[in-house]
């Protein structure tokens, strides 16, 4: 099968976000009276939207929803002042992307991060490369591993989902390519492991992004 497209997941596939979240996410929950994590955690925390960020990081008997409604406003302002601090892309992004853009193959960002902060992000981190479609969570896509988001920039792509490969680093991810029809490929750079993500289909795992090319 000869891809037309890349769909990429955002944060654990081409940026490595984890501090600047969990230093983020600690000073949020410091604001609404809950303990921090260690750095380590929040590979297991984040993913799935801020809001279930906030119930998986609270204690067990602050997880109503106006607490969680605090947390998320105070994370949003403290994401806001530091998402940029420590993020960078990966080792071998930037000269996967340089390679992609070479070949002609179309490029497109799905995450789980708000829509406004994923558009942030690629915009002055992944700047220096053409995404043909980049999309956060917003009111108008159902979060990952539901497959709206995926099928809608498949559509604005004008391709088939099939024409897709679908890189990613967490179970979210790899249920979404297969819910899509895309094929799926585990990033093994990111947050989650390699059981995981062949767990939840899968097909190929890469050690360095430069392996993508391989496919």
Known sequence: MKYKAVLFDLDGTLLDTLDDLADSMNAALTRVGAP?????????FVGDGVLTLCH????TDR????T???TA???????GARWAAKTRPYPGIPELLDALTGRGVAMAVLSNKNNDFTKLCVEKLLGRWKFDAVQG???TIHKKPDPSGALSVARRLKLA???FLYLGDTN???KTAVAAGMYPVGALWGFRTADELTANGAKVLIAKPMDLLAL
């Not at 921090?36 to 297991?44: E, I, N």
């Not at 997880?63 to 106006?66: K, L, M, S, T, V």
């Open 63 to 66: 997880r109503d929803e106006a």
């Open 137 to 139: 969570l917003d009111e």
């Open 68 to 70: 969680i409604k605090a």
């Open 161 to 163: 989902p099939a024409d």
């Open 36 to 44: 921090p994590h260690p750095v380590a955690d929040y590979r297991y």
């Open 56 to 59: 998986r990081v609270l204690p």
């Open 172 to 174: 979210t991810d790899m």
């Open 73 to 79: 406003a105070a994370m949003r302002d403290e994401y």
